[in-house]
């Protein structure tokens, strides 16, 4: 069984067609997947698919990219946080890849959004699901300055270089794999997949974004994880089956909400007899 650790079934390319979605996740074996919030805005709605359904869970947070929409304060986020089936901080991060003709100096108000993230993440003690791009030098700068590791969580939808990833495990980071990695051309990021420990993987499909090879440049779904679990199984020269049980274990140690209500409370008995 697969798990898809980020992906938008609120966004327009797929709303409205949760019942095939679901129906094609079960056929393909992902029996999870996480509904990423991007703004506060569109929060009830991935709220309201994690609560409908056992296997779905989802974060609060605003996406970097997202201007004239409402500003997170600490409360806005610590409040949403509490909620059901909310298991961690973002999407939240920094991207400069389009600056629209602004300088990156004037990107300070993105910044000050992901330190908010950060304070928020610390607070609830829900781990962060990051976005970084054409930023990660000021990204880690951040999450070293605002005590991002006391928070973990994972750097999503990885694209950076192999130094990059080294700085994100050190933090205590995970490192997500997305489509890209069956691309021809990622000749770089392949190298990363087989630099990163397997127990720091998980594999996501951003979707709608972002198909895995042989769907590049359709519309993609949580039912196609398993081709990012099978190229990551190739570069690391292991089974596939492998991958899935290993990345499917990530997924829950990072976002432990994920659990079992069951398990949780077993967990809890434990820390209070210890
Ligand atoms: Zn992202
Ligand atoms: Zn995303």
Known sequence: MYVDSHCHLSFPELAGQLADIRAEMAAAGVDRALCICTTLEEFDTVHAMAVAHDNFWCTVGVH????????PTPGDLCER???DKVVAIGETGLDYYRLNG??????????????VHIDAARAT???LVIHTRSASDDTLAILREQGGAQAGGVFHCFTE?????????DLGFYVSFSGILTFRNAVELQEVARFVPLERCLIETDSPYLAPV?????????ARVPFVAKQLAALKGLEVAEVAEATSRN???LFARTQPVATQSIDRDKQSIT
């Open 214 to 222: 042989p769907f590049r440049g359709k519309i993609n779904t949580p």
């Open 81 to 83: 946080a509490a909620r």
């Open 102 to 115: 602004r300088s990156v100096a004037d990107m300070a108000w993105q910044r000050e959004r992901f330190r």
């Open 64 to 71: 970097p990219d997202n201007e004239g929409i409402a500003e």
């Open 161 to 169: 270089t192999l130094a990059v990833a080294r700085a994100a495990l």
């Open 251 to 253: 997924f829950e140690r």
């Open 125 to 127: 003690g829900l781990p």
